[in-house]
């Protein structure tokens, strides 16, 4: 077929049946050849006044929500969730709401930075057949995972370095950590899945689960069954954490411990639980004094006890580590403290418990993105020259690596630098040449749901709409490069396209039992795979080996802090925006749940602290860590420590389109290089300074001035 078939021939040659209707509505491969009609003219498959909708993928993270996407006239016009998809089940976030936003973005980039793309082709087969293998990297992000394979899939066959994946979410979720901890409990690497909808009593040490934790759609439809009261008694959630976010703010009780003595806390609260129940203590928890740690960590013993009663007493108890405990230089001891108390609760692998997530269809190992020590040898492998070319994809690592890793700098001794960047951000302009991919919205793909639901699932992607601009698919530019150059390249990569690539892949979920659908042959299977928005296992495939937890020792030590300042300092992931949503204007306008901030940085400091400091609302100060500063406008925060200032990661771009550009400041510039035992990042584990500049900056936000400050509200 040509891509000048017209949709008037191809549909008199589509026969009947099942895979034709696919095809009809855009989702078979066959719609890849159709050129379709500019918005002026009316797409010859869409009745005038009616819409079409399309199943695919949300692109926004890694968690792989499926998305029906309602398109009119060729434009998409709305996102919703897909009510067949095993995992959000018809939900989404405001991010995969905004994710038009970003197809429709003014400042993507429209075409290769050379201005052609057989030359773009060439140029990448160059880059491959030019360098020895070892001399070749690819940096990804944590999406998508079907060009993840690809081109591990070419690594493998030439001897080129494997994939290596980052992003910032996975670095604030501390998944190396969490998945260490849950091999350590289960004997098996892979991402623990905590059922909250199923418990009677939900302990987090600082998972911020309906938020930005891991997969927050499915949690959050976890905490609604957490709720619901009609068929059981409604469920409590007590939070532990220095800085209370939204998940804090739905909680029954809110315990603003101290920083770092998370593990302390949890073992405690197992030590007091086993005493109520009576017999012999579990080594796990035989170290720990309540009392001193009471006095350590700033809780009092009457609420330890009173958790450790409800411990003791409940059905249905389950604790989750989350990404601020872990990021500490002590994450390890936090997660596996955590998940001993799972283990006293009697909770593994039951209803309300902690199960080992299930791999997705075909998946044989899982694979989590790099750590922050793995991407620390990275950019030394960077600086040293043992990289002559780079590829960058999904990730923004300029921006979302902390400063002090010297990945910026580590780019000059990188000879050729090529990004297939969709938006103009700071890696982009880094680059040598850009190759722009197609939108989330106008790709093909596949992503792997590793959490958030019992049942194995690979989430497929469609295009919902024609490419906008002259972007080409990354998989196609890579399949058309191997050919070109030859030898072992051609052999990795021997297909026609990219969709052909995800024929192969998927056609090998054919033989696979108790699917969600099944057909006959390659070409149908894939077409129902389009139109339902991926393929599953329609039973429960989570594991839940016994665990010997309870009889280990867990080093209980708190967590040691760099720097020399007075104020621990909590980063978070900003809910609205994340680590890539700063170009779109409506999560720019969406106010920021707990404070309703909108448009900026802020940084939260208690009332009471600031009143020491003298610092009012919206004064500008200078936040000062040991390796680098920010400076950011105050919000006056009452349910934060006294002891700790936060501060939201997700604005401070250099770059990244007009929405984002030299607006706010960006927390990664004040992390310095520590890590925990499993090589996470200890992000959460710094003290710094704080200054005022004589600046006052008002910042943009819906509730009145002065709601904490003491000043009354004027109305007019």
């Known amino acids: 077929m040509s891509e000048q078939f017209s949709r008037r021939d191809f549909l008199k040659l589509a026969g009947l049946g099942a895979a034709t209707t696919a095809v009809l509505t855009g989702c078979g491969p066959a719609s890849r050849y159709v050129t379709r009609e500019p918005y002026q003219e009316m797409p010859e498959y869409n009745y005038v006044g009616q819409s079409t909708y399309y199943a695919t993928t949300c692109r926004e993270c890694a968690a792989g ?24 089940l018809g939900k989404t976030c405001a991010r995969g709401q905004a994710t038009l936003h970003g197809l429709y973005n003014p400042d993507r980039v429209q075409g290769p930075s050379n201005g052609d793309w057989d030359a773009a082709i060439q140029l990448v087969a160059d880059a491959l057949k030019n360098n020895k293998p070892d001399e070749i990297a690819f940096l990804m992000g944590m999406a998508p995972d079907h060009l993840f394979d690809l081109v591990t899939d070419m690594a493998n066959a030439t001897g080129m370095n494997a994939p290596v994946r980052y992003g910032a979410l996975g670095m604030f979720e501390a998944r190396a950590t969490l998945s260490k901890a849950a091999e350590a409990l289960f004997g098996q690497a892979g991402l623990p899945f905590f059922d909250v909808g199923g418990a009677q009593v939900v302990l987090s040490f600082g998972a911020n689960f ?16 957490l709720r619901e009261a009609k068929t059981k008694m409604r469920g409590k959630l007590i939070q532990f954490e220095a800085r209370m976010s939204a998940t804090g703010g739905k909680a029954d009780e809110w315990i603003p411990l101290r920083p770092g003595t998370e593990a302390l806390v949890a073992l405690a609260i197992g030590r007091l639980a086993a005493e109520i129940r009576g017999g012999s203590m579990p080594r796990a928890f035989s170290s720990v004094d309540p009392l001193d740690v009471a006095a350590r960590s700033g809780i009092k013993l009457e609420a330890l006890e009173h958790i450790a009663e409800m411990v003791a007493h409940s059905s249905g108890v389950l604790a989750i580590p989350g990404g601020a405990a872990l990021g500490q230089s002590n994450g390890q001891a936090v997660a596996e403290a955590v998940l001993a108390l799972n283990a006293f609760a009697d909770n593994l692998g039951k209803p309300g418990g902690v199960y080992l997530s299930a791999l997705a269809p075909s998946q044989s190992d899982y694979s989590r993105p790099a750590s922050a020590r793995e991407m620390q040898e990275f950019v030394e492998k960077m600086a040293s020259g043992a990289f002559k070319v780079l590829f960058v994809h999904g990730v923004n690592p300029v921006f979302e690596l902390p400063a002090s890793l010297g990945f910026k700098d580590a780019l000059g001794s990188v000879e050729q630098v090529i990004s297939f960047a969709t938006f103009p951000d700071e890696t982009a302009a880094e680059a040598d040449f850009v190759f722009p991919d197609h939108h989330g919205l106008e790709s093909w793909g596949y992503q792997r749901v590793v959490t958030g639901t019992s049942l194995p699932v690979l989430s497929g992607a469609q295009p919902v709409v024609s490419p906008y601009y002259n972007t080409r698919a990354t998989a196609d530019v890579l399949i058309a490069a191997a ?134 609302s919206d004064d500008v100060v200078r936040v000062i ?92």
């Open 65 to 88: 929500c499926g998305l029906v996407v309602r398109t009119y006239q060729g434009r998409a016009i709305k996102t919703e969730g897909n009510a067949s998809h095993p995992l959000n």
């Open 210 to 225: 309906l938020e930005t934790w891991l997969s927050p759609v499915s949690y959050t439809r976890g905490f609604a069954g």
């Open 483 to 616: 050919q070109i150059a030859g030898g072992a390249f051609a052999e990795a990569l021997p297909y026609t396209d990219e969709v052909e690539f995800l024929q192969t892949k998927v056609s090998a979920l054919m033989n696979e039992a108790d699917g969600s659908f099944s057909a006959l042959d390659a070409a149908t299977f894939m077409a129902y795979f389009q139109q339902h928005g991926g393929w599953w296992k329609n039973t429960d495939s989570r594991l839940a080996p016994a665990s010997s937890i309870l009889n280990s020792n867990i080093d209980a030590a708190e967590a040691e802090f760099a720097g020399e300042g007075e104020f621990f300092l909590v980063p978070f992931v900003s809910p609205t925006l994340a680590e890539a949503g700063a170009n779109k204007p409506w999560l720019q306008e969406l106010p920021d749940p707990t404070t309703t901030v909108m448009w900026n940085t802020w940084v939260e400091i208690n009332p009471e602290t600031a009143h020491e400091l003298g610092i009012e």
């Open 625 to 716: 860590s040991e390796v680098g500063e920010v400076e950011a406008a105050v919000y006056l925060y009452p349910a934060i420590r006294p002891d700790t200032i936060a501060i939201p990661f997700g604005q401070g771009h250099t770059a990244y389109g007009r929405y984002a550009e030299n607006r706010g400041a960006n927390p990664a510039n004040l992390l310095s290089v520590h890590f925990n035992a499993s090589g996470d990042l200890a992000f959460a584990g710094m003290k710094v300074k704080v200054e005022k500049t004589g600046v006052k900056r008002p910042l943009s936000r819906l509730e009145g001035l002065g709601v904490y400050g003491g000043e009354g509200i004027e109305l007019h």
